[in-house]
């Protein structure tokens, strides 16, 4: 099992709608596929029109598996399931280490019903700063989404002094340029320069900035699954063709 | 991840009806892909998927497998397929083990198939049940779509809400009802040992038409298969029915007026005359890889040279059996005498026709065992090969009345008594087999001509025939144990309690 966190310290970035189309292109290969929707505001369920449980808000739920695994619900599409959202700090890294732990008791309950998965996604809240470091040593990738302005030139540096000064391997990183305007000159001076500084952490793949991903809040679903072969829909393709080379 | 449960079958109106009006504040909606595809329903003639709650969907080069748990399997199978046997490898024919292997694939049904989908959707248009569909438009016949509901996770109650409610409205379970029928109303249902109710009090002339007036249909039941070649059971069901119809002429003396029972027996011995080469054929045939493995390896030439010249003289006697069972003579026969015996008017009583059939089948049975035990009581390493024969035979006849009469006495005392000959004719029929394979063996070789490879298969018969000598006299000290257990004490008691009511026992 793999775990693929969509990560930014920045919020608006377009982390949701990458995790979203991953997850979407992850079960369409055939990959049994979990997406845990990590941030409080529930962006993610919200795009495959799942309802915040109930039975989530309650603090420390996961400290009962088999409640845990009653929480994940099927999305429309087959392979993919979601963890709906509201999961508080605590939980999330008892979450990642039952995750990790095959003999754990998360992992059996998964085994129970006969669902445990290839991969899990996490689309994460920014600013879990408290928290980020497990998720970096518990995620097998870690995919950052770079608008290629100054600023976030300046995150995305910070985030690499990070894993530096953590001993972290800088190797599970996967960095790509999101909402991409073609254009503006100063995206692609960025991009130009950002990728001649980290050859190794940052994708060929480009998201372009596209009315289709703006259009997800009223599709309700991801832009692979309804307009496949728009620009956006081929660029988060290219995305995922180009990371599951990568790891 | 889906989640199966029950499967369904549902008439197209009422699939229809089912996704007119909300579900538990669930919105339903039929969903149909543009594709058509070719379905065949697959079963054997005696429909041993069907009776064990199980459908077998050919879907174009696909094999489907609904089991009774509502599982569904599946895997690629070559065209034209017909025994199981010859299915690749795949978790389809694991599932498929226990059918008969001798048994061929019919086509119940077949025709177009379209797939589609029922979605349960909530107030956010999001999906929280599901139930696969296809749509089975047979050539003929009425369409029936079959519905197998898939839940997702999380949304419990969506599914089972899903479940009873197509319960509740049209939906049959696959386990609880007849597909078949449905599609095809004259669908029919073949049994080859048919049960048969026998009154106490009934008589003699009632009880033996009634099981010759069962055992016909058998017979004319498995006609079709026999002139079209679907598998060999239908000729050796064909010939076993017929078998019992001269039993019961022969075994209930005197039910009949005694020239008309020998009439009888003469028509039902005509009728089974034409049908015995194709059987040894058949049985040589069925042999085959049986024979491989008892000859070393340089012997497998001359093998291959004899199936072959037995595979091409099979077809000839099956061309001739085929045809001799369309002619005008043969269904004017076969009628004349299926009319004789639900009519009954023209059968004329014989000495024992008013006599009680249990006092009959008790009196029977036990002169029957008690001519066994005497005639194994001198069984030994020397006895002839035709001793035992006829043994065989007398086992068999006590066989025939013990299953013609079984639903009249006692299950459990029947059913111990009936285990114990069981195991005593498996040892005769092998040793059985034995003596007649090796005499056929010889026959053959000596009726080859001037034929190609005449050597090399006398050469490989040779060696054959050496082993299934030796095997025949391993068997025999096997028939003297069973026997021995047979003609026991134990075995004797539960004769004379089950025939006991016969004061003179
Ligand atoms: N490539 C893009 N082109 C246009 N709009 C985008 C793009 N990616 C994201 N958006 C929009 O920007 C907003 C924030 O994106 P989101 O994926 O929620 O970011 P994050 O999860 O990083 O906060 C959303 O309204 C989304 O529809
Ligand atoms: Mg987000």
Redesign the pocket.
């Known amino acids: 099992m793999q775990i693929v966190a ?1 990560y ?1 310290n ?11 189309n991953l997850a979407y292109a992850f079960a369409a290969s055939g990959r049994n596929t979990l997406l845990c929707d990590l ?1 409080p ?1 529930g ?1 993610s369920g919200f795009y495959f029109r799942i309802k915040p449980s109930q039975k989530l808000t309650e603090a420390r739920f996961f400290e009962d598996a088999e409640r845990f695994v009653k929480s994940i619900r099927g999305s429309d599409y087959d392979n993919l399931d979601i963890l709906p959202a509201n999961m508080n700090f605590r939980d999330f890294d008892i979450f990642l280490s039952h995750m990790k732990d095959t003999r754990s008791r998360l992992k059996k309950a998964l085994k129970a019903v006969k669902n445990d998965y290839d991969v899990v996604l996490l ?1 994460c ?2 600013n879990i700063s408290i928290l980020s470091e497990n998720v970096f040593r518990a995620a097998d990738a870690i995919v950052i ?1 770079v608008i290629p302005t100054t600023l976030s030139q300046r995150t995305f540096e910070q985030l690499l002094e990070f894993f530096q000064q953590h001993d972290l391997s800088t190797k599970r990183i996967h960095a790509f340029f ?3 305007q073609g254009a503006k000159t100063l995206h692609g001076e960025m991009i130009v320069e950002l990728t001649r500084n980290y050859p190794k952490q940052i994708m060929a793949a480009k ?11 009223i599709t309700r679903a991801p832009v692979l699954a309804t307009t496949p072969n728009s620009p ?1 829909g081929k ?1 988060y393709q290219a995305l995922f063709d180009e990371l599951i080379e990568r790891i | 991840m889906n989640l199966t449960s029950t499967n369904f079958y549902i008439s197209v109106e009422q699939l229809n009806n089912l996704a007119i009006s909300s579900i538990q504040g669930l919105t339903p909606a039929l969903e149909w892909d543009e594709n058509e595809h070719n379905f065949a329903i697959l079963d054997c003639f005696e429909q041993s998927l069907r009776k064990s709650r199980r459908l077998l969907l050919a879907i174009d080069e696909q094999v489907e497998l609904l089991t009774e748990e509502g599982v569904i399997l599946s895997q690629h199978v070559k065209p034209n397929t017909r025994f199981v046997a010859e299915f690749e490898e795949g978790p389809v024919k694991k599932a498929l083990a226990d059918l008969s292997p001798l048994r061929a694939l019919l086509t119940i049904a077949s025709g177009t198939m379209k797939t589609g989908t029922l979605i349960l959707t909530d107030d956010e248009e999001k999906t929280c049940a599901r139930a696969k569909l296809q749509k089975l438009i047979p050539a003929n016949g009425k369409a029936v779509v079959l519905v197998t509901p898939q839940g997702l996770r999380g949304y419990d109650q969506a599914l089972s809400d899903l479940t009873t409610y197509i319960r509740t409205h049209g939906g049959t379970p696959l386990t609880a009802g007849n597909l078949y029928r449905m599609i095809d109303h004259s669908c029919v249902n073949y049994v080859s040992k048919p049960a048969i109710e026998i009154h106490p009090e009934e008589t003699v002339f009632d009880t033996a038409t009634n099981l010759i007036a069962t055992y016909l249909p058998v017979v004319r039941a498995n006609e079709y298969g026999v002139i079209h070649d679907l598998d060999t059971e239908f000729l050796h069901d064909y010939r076993v029915s017929l078998r019992k119809i001269r039993s019961v002429l022969s075994l209930l003396k005197g039910a009949y007026d005694v020239n008309q029972t020998l009439q009888l027996k003469m028509r039902f011995s005509a009728l089974m005359a034409p049908t015995g080469a194709l059987r040894d054929l058949d049985v040589y045939l069925l042999e085959q890889a049986s024979f491989y493995t008892l000859v070393p390896h340089t012997m497998h030439a001359g093998l291959d040279a004899m199936f072959s010249l037995i595979a091409d003289r099979r077809m000839e006697e099956q061309a001739r059996l085929a045809a001799h069972l369309k002619t005008h003579r043969y269904k004017k026969e076969i009628k004349a005498l299926v009319k004789l015996f639900s009519k009954k008017h023209k059968l004329k009583p014989g000495p024992n026709s008013s006599r009680a059939s249990h006092d009959l089948a008790c009196e029977l049975i036990w002169k029957r065992y008690r001519k066994i035990c005497r005639l194994a009581a001198t069984i030994n390493v020397a006895t002839p090969d035709e001793e035992i024969h006829a043994l065989r035979i007398e086992c068999k006849k006590l066989r025939y009345l013990m299953e013609f009469f079984g639903i009249i006495f006692p299950q459990e005392l029947f059913d111990s008594i009936l285990k114990s000959l069981k195991q005593l004719q498996d040892s005769l029929g092998l040793f059985n087999d034995c003596s007649v394979q090796q005499l056929s063996l010889q026959s053959f070789v000596d009726g080859l001509s001037d034929e190609q490879h005449r050597f090399i298969i006398t050469q490989s018969v040779g060696s054959l025939i050496t082993i299934l000598h030796q095997r025949q006299f391993a068997e025999r000290e096997k028939i003297m144990n069973a026997f021995a257990h047979f003609s026991s004490d134990r075995i004797q008691r539960s004769f004379r309690t089950l025939c006991q009511n016969k004061k003179e026992l």
């Open positions: 969509c930014s920045k919020g608006g970035v377009g982390k949701t709608a990458t995790t979203v941030d505001q962006a689309d809240p920014p989404p999101s909402m991409v998201i372009p900035f596209a009315s289709e991903i703006e259009r997800m809040g956006a660029a």
